[in-house]
């Protein structure tokens, strides 16, 4: 298992209650094994103990990127929520460490490949 | 072909106070833009004009202002649009004038663009059919009507774009939506038609992608390292062109970076389906624009294309929702996590023995993991962690007493607590977002070209 962010890099941000996870491969390979393996309900079950309402999944091919949108996942959000992390800054990360089982040959997929 | 160059020096309020200086001092700009507004900037800026009339502006752009006036007096065309008039735009674009009198620059004129404020006519709104109806949720704003603070229409470009045609070189707004700030200049310079919703969603991208300052030249980025050269960090510029396509770049020889992969991050960032981003000019397709590296620390920018224009406005409510207080211990030594962990549960017990609990707690071990609770965890075991503790209730008597549970534990706590030299945490007040619809009829933005 790899980390995710060996094909990808990203950013997350708030909107209210709600936190958007952007993941961008670094490359069309990557991109589109991350279209069929990363879907909603993968991202929904590794941040589930952070209780999200629901995942939603938009892609942005353009870039290369799946844009995930966690409701109400934020504690509350920024004021309201206790956390250090208020506003889902660290989401992304998170996200890039997800564990991978990615297809033997994954030359295509590295950065810079 | 014209080129108009934007640059933004200021992503939020707290952003750096060097970094619109040394943009607009080696950016080459037409417009410098200073985004100060965050959701519930407007809520803290309400309560401080509630204390004080003349206040309940971003007070850093007076600052800043001030010491860019050397810089505007030798660069005559620059022009600056901010949206730091916050709840008070006359009352900063006021003083802004005042500022560039004393230095000589009263020949500049300062523009006003208000209107956004619906505090004065929220219940004439409401009754009148205006249910600010919470986007998510559909319960109507009554239900929190006597806790609401502050509750601000996001204007658009327009207005902007009406004070630059009346001659303003410094042009001061309350909410306004951030991408707006650089829509406005746009629109001015090229003599686009607000009707034209290709081109305001070309300069909504180009808005988006510089509002945050920093997040569009390196800061944030994955791969940013020390060769990224974050300590000397330029600021974004939008070089943009009539036809909407524009160069994504910052300052010769400042640190950072500007690629493909910063810009990529920075575009589908507080993003939620790319292909309608919704603002009041237009709704903008992300997912048609195109990134191309372009040479050092530039990415050509082209393809962003309409979706189509609303007939309404966002809203920002914020409210009361009580008070709130987080404190930390640092927790030293074999264990340390599971210590901070129960740690934090010792507060909460004693507290709880002296007859309080808390609306909300959370207790954190800051290095272990629970940034992100659950989810990661740390490998291996850390030397140290932070204590968190952190409680949110109506009650601001009980939140006080929470801060003074802290320091008892250097004493009656775990071996290894330490880390108290902070004094007892502030107790602040929290506001909640109440996000809703007005129909833009229910509107009017107006724009003053001050004396």
Redesign the interface.
Known sequence: MTPL?RIA???S??????A?V?V?AYTDAGFAWLREYLTADVVAA??A??GPARV?R????????L?F?L?DVL??????S????TQGK?????L??LPVELPADHTAML?GA | MKRVRVGNGCGFWGDSLDAPVRLAAAGRLDYLTLEYLAELTMSILAVQKQKDPAAGYASDFLDVLARLTPILAAQPNLKVVTNAGGMNPHGCGTKARDILTAAGLGDRRVAVVSGDDLMPRLDALLASGHGLTHLDTGDPLAAVRDRVVSANAYLGAAPITAALAAGAMVVVTGRVADASLTVGPAAREFGWSFADLDRLAAATVAGHLIECGAQATGGLWVNADDATGLGDVGYPIAEMRADGTFTLTKPDGTGGAVNVETAAEQLLYEVADPARYFTPDVVADFTTVQLKDAGRDAVAVSGGTAAGVTDTYKVSVAYRDGYAAAGTLVIFGPNAAEKARRSGAVILERLRRAGLTFAASHVEALGAGDCVPGVVRSTGEPAEVVMRVAVRDPRRAAVERFTKEFSPLVTSGFPGTTGYTTGRPPVREVFAYWPALVAKSAVAPRVEVLP
Not at chain 1, 82 to 85: A, E, K, P, V
Not at chain 1, 90 to 94: D, F, G, I, N, S
């Open positions: 962010s890099h990203g950013r941000g708030d909107k209210g209650n709600h958007n952007a961008i590794y941040f103990p952070l939603e938009f892609e942005a091919a353009n870039v290369r990127g844009n949108v409701y504690a509350g959000g920024a004021s309201r206790l956390r250090s992390d660290t989401l992304a990360l998170a890039l460490q950065r």
